[in-house]
Every structure is written in structure tokens, then in C-alpha cells.
């Protein structure tokens, strides 16, 4: 992904705001003089029961491994840093800290320390976003998703949104057309199994089957960039088979397309009528592959 490159200040105030550093110290706890009744703009123990995810969150994986390390430091240390969070009608919701309210559920604590503030939904939204990419935790795709979930949400035009986050408005578009991209392609790029610079190479070409044939190439073949680019140059020789064209799905389905996609390594078709029914296809391609996903389904 390209670097993201911090505006004067939007670092420092984010932090400033959110207090949300991960790295803790164990001699500044943040959970002295907590007082007993949660007030906005003060800093109170939580049940992990009344806190509920943050719906805006960009980042959709978190590394097991590291969530069970985090999980036994605090089952030694306690959690150190709060969370931060918003009321919500009876409960909480997450602003940030998601990483250290799952260890914490996972170390076993029914309550956490938790920076209580107030957050309208776009203000959680950009705040989620900002977050994650300042940590350039997210791939490309959730990347692209947030992008996007903030213009539709936040009525944004491409430099208002690139202003927001600290980057060019050419950036910001190149991370939309990742969305434009079939689906199969999009899980690869998820999953680190092509960079960008692939990507970028795959949205000149027009043809969708020509997309995916160059795709399979480039999984089969490890090519380069380089090499990728010069064959998108002389793809318009190929004749691939041209599939049949996907009916478009909203946002929220689309997110789930191309989670699923990503999940089982193939291209899932998510197909919803108007009446909320519909269907999940998943294409295999032999035995072998119907039986590693049935694994996946734990069948």
C-alpha cells in the first residue's frame, strides 16, 4: 500500500484525542482515580458485556497469535491502556481499542477501563479510519471499503475525503478501483498475495475474464510487476472465455462478497432479491477443491 504521509498535526491530534497508544507503561497507569459512575470525558471501568463492537471498524482480521500474547500480558499486568469508547442507550460502543477489548475478553476480565467520549456516526467512522490507517494495520481492500463507506455515509467527493485522511486525491481513487475489480482478485489482494503494484496493472484492462486470466497468471507464474504490466500491454492478442456479468449488489453485500471470497481463496456470487432472499454460490474446480471447502466449512 502507499505510505501514508501525515498532515501537520492530524497525527498528534488523533492521539491527543483518542489517548489510544497500544504501546503501554505499567508505571503511568491511565486507571487511577477512576470514578464509580461512568461520566462522559472521564475515564471508568466497564462491563465487557455492555460494550459493543464498533460497526465503522475498518479493520475485518486480527492475528490470533498476537491476540493470545496480548491476552496473557493481561492476565499478568491487567489491561493498562482504556479503550475508548461512546454511550450508546444502555451501552458502549467501541471508538477504538478493538485489539485490547478482544484480548481482554480472551484473558478472562468481565470489566475494562474505558476514556468515555462523545461521537456522532461520522465522527466514529473517521476516527476508526484514521486510526487504523495512521497504523497501516489494513490491507488494500478494507482500505478501499473504508474509502468508500465514508463518500456514500459522509457525502464526500474524493479530495474532501483524501483531506480527511491525509492523502492525494489520485490515491484515494486508485484505492477505489480496487472495488471495480472481480471478486477473486480483490481476496487476493486481501490476502497479500498480490501488491498494488499488480492490482494497478490489472484495472487498465477493460475485460473482466482478461482480468482474471492475467490473475492466474500472475499465482501461478509469481510474476512481477514489471512482468504483468508488459503482458497487460499485449492482452488485447488473448481470447479468453468473457463470463457472464454479475448482477450489482449494495455496499454492505458486496463487503460480505468479498469477505466470503476471501474466506474460501475462490470467487463467491452473493445473489439478493428485493425481499432480502437469495442465495450464496461457491465454485469449485475439482474433488480436491470441493473438499478443502467443505474443511473450511467445517463439514
Given at each position: 500500500m502507499t505510505s501514508f504521509q501525515r498532515k501537520t498535526g492530524l497525527g498528534k491530534g488523533l492521539s491527543a484525542l483518542l489517548d489510544d497508544n497500544e504501546t503501554v507503561n505499567p508505571a503511568k497507569s491511565a486507571v487511577e482515580n477512576i470514578p464509580a459512575t461512568p461520566q462522559i470525558g472521564s475515564i471508568s471501568h466497564i462491563k465487557l458485556v455492555d460494550i459493543e463492537t464498533n460497526p465503522y471498524q475498518p479493520r475485518t482480521e486480527f492475528d490470533q497469535v498476537?491476540?493470545?500474547?496480548?491476552?496473557?500480558?493481561?492476565?499478568?499486568?491487567?489491561?493498562?491502556?482504556?479503550?475508548?469508547?461512546?454511550?450508546?442507550?444502555?451501552?458502549?460502543?467501541?471508538?477504538?481499542?478493538?485489539?485490547?477489548?478482544?484480548?481482554?475478553?480472551?484473558?478472562?476480565?468481565?470489566?475494562?477501563?474505558?476514556?468515555?467520549?462523545?461521537?456522532?456516526?461520522?465522527?466514529?467512522?473517521?476516527?476508526?479510519?484514521?486510526?487504523?490507517?495512521?497504523?497501516?494495520?489494513?490491507?488494500?481492500?478494507?482500505?478501499?471499503?473504508?474509502?468508500?463507506q465514508m463518500i456514500d455515509e459522509c457525502n464526500l467527493k474524493a479530495e474532501q475525503l483524501g483531506e480527511r485522511?491525509?492523502?492525494?486525491?489520485?490515491?484515494?481513487?486508485?484505492?477505489?478501483?480496487?472495488?471495480?475489480?472481480?471478486?477473486?482478485?480483490?481476496?487476493?489482494?486481501?490476502?497479500?498475495?498480490?501488491?498494488?503494484?499488480?492490482?494497478?496493472?490489472?484495472?487498465?484492462?477493460?475485460?473482466?475474464?482478461?482480468?482474471?486470466?492475467?490473475?492466474?497468471?500472475?499465482?501461478?507464474?509469481?510474476?512481477?510487476?514489471?512482468?504483468?504490466?508488459?503482458?497487460?500491454?499485449?492482452?488485447h492478442h488473448v481470447q479468453v472465455k468473457t463470463p457472464v456479468k454479475q448482477e450489482a449488489v449494495s455496499f454492505e453485500y458486496q463487503k460480505l462478497q468479498n469477505d466470503l471470497a476471501s474466506k474460501f481463496a475462490t470467487k463467491v456470487k452473493l445473489k439478493v432479491k428485493d425481499n432480502g432472499k437469495g442465495a450464496i454460490e461457491i465454485p469449485f474446480v475439482n474433488n480436491e477443491d470441493l473438499n478443502r471447502i467443505l474443511e473450511l466449512l467445517d463439514w
Amino acid at each position: 500500500m502507499t505510505s501514508f504521509q501525515r498532515k501537520t498535526g492530524l497525527g498528534k491530534g488523533l492521539s491527543a484525542l483518542l489517548d489510544d497508544n497500544e504501546t503501554v507503561n505499567p508505571a503511568k497507569s491511565a486507571v487511577e482515580n477512576i470514578p464509580a459512575t461512568p461520566q462522559i470525558g472521564s475515564i471508568s471501568h466497564i462491563k465487557l458485556v455492555d460494550i459493543e463492537t464498533n460497526p465503522y471498524q475498518p479493520r475485518t482480521e486480527f492475528d490470533q497469535v498476537a491476540l493470545d500474547e496480548l491476552s496473557e500480558s493481561i492476565k499478568v499486568q491487567g489491561l493498562i491502556q482504556p479503550i475508548t469508547v461512546r454511550k450508546n442507550g444502555e451501552k458502549y460502543q467501541l471508538i477504538s481499542g478493538e485489539r485490547r477489548f478482544r484480548a481482554s475478553k480472551l484473558a478472562g476480565l468481565t470489566e475494562i477501563p474505558a476514556y468515555i467520549r462523545t461521537a456522532d456516526n461520522q465522527q466514529m467512522l473517521e476516527m476508526a479510519l484514521i486510526e487504523n490507517i495512521q497504523r497501516e494495520n489494513l490491507n488494500a481492500i478494507e482500505v478501499a471499503l473504508s474509502f468508500q463507506q465514508m463518500i456514500d455515509e459522509c457525502n464526500l467527493k474524493a479530495e474532501q475525503l483524501g483531506e480527511r485522511v491525509g492523502k492525494n486525491r489520485t490515491t484515494v481513487a486508485n484505492y477505489l478501483r480496487l472495488l471495480k475489480l472481480p471478486p477473486a482478485i480483490q481476496a487476493s489482494i486481501r490476502d497479500n498475495k498480490i501488491s498494488m503494484g499488480h492490482a494497478r496493472a490489472l484495472i487498465s484492462v477493460d475485460d473482466e475474464a482478461k482480468q482474471l486470466f492475467i490473475h492466474q497468471e500472475i499465482l501461478d507464474k509469481g510474476l512481477s510487476v514489471r512482468k504483468v504490466e508488459e503482458l497487460v500491454r499485449g492482452i488485447h492478442h488473448v481470447q479468453v472465455k468473457t463470463p457472464v456479468k454479475q448482477e450489482a449488489v449494495s455496499f454492505e453485500y458486496q463487503k460480505l462478497q468479498n469477505d466470503l471470497a476471501s474466506k474460501f481463496a475462490t470467487k463467491v456470487k452473493l445473489k439478493v432479491k428485493d425481499n432480502g432472499k437469495g442465495a450464496i454460490e461457491i465454485p469449485f474446480v475439482n474433488n480436491e477443491d470441493l473438499n478443502r471447502i467443505l474443511e473450511l466449512l467445517d463439514w
